[in-house]
């Protein structure tokens, strides 16, 4: 039985691949790039107060956990946005008419571009230090 699992996840592994480049075309397809441009300041405090708010629920989370504070700031880093929930729900408010629905999937793409590289990299660099 659990070959047939195996199996399955590597057909859903595929048809995901084309479900996120699906995604992130149809998103880029939407984003009006003067709208991030604008949104830049305000969209950057939002994001990093976002930040903050998820990074002191990721220590909440751990409280209890035998790990120490190099392990705790690891997962910190580890669970920084990585995009694929951005582009998902991004456009909904666009797509169900919200008045700035357009300005929220600006904030969303901005997010994108400045979370998923920042998260990436932190996660390479900090991983020999930390963990």
Known sequence: MPHIGERLAQKLNKI???AEILLFVLVGAQVDVTLAFKAGGVGIAIIGTGLIGRSIGVLFSLV??????????????????KATVQAAMGAIPLSLGVKSGDVIL?????????????GAIGIRYSAKKLL
Do not use: D, H, M, Q
């Not at 956990?65 to 910190?76: G, P, Y």
């Not at 600006?106 to 920042?118: G, N, Y």
């Open 106 to 118: 600006a904030i969303a793409v901005l997010s994108i571009l400045v979370t998923a590289p920042l």
């Open 64 to 81: 209890g956990t035998n790990f120490n504070w190099k392990e705790r700031l690891f997962c910190i880093i580890s669970y920084s946005p």
């Open 16 to 18: 995901w691949i084309f």
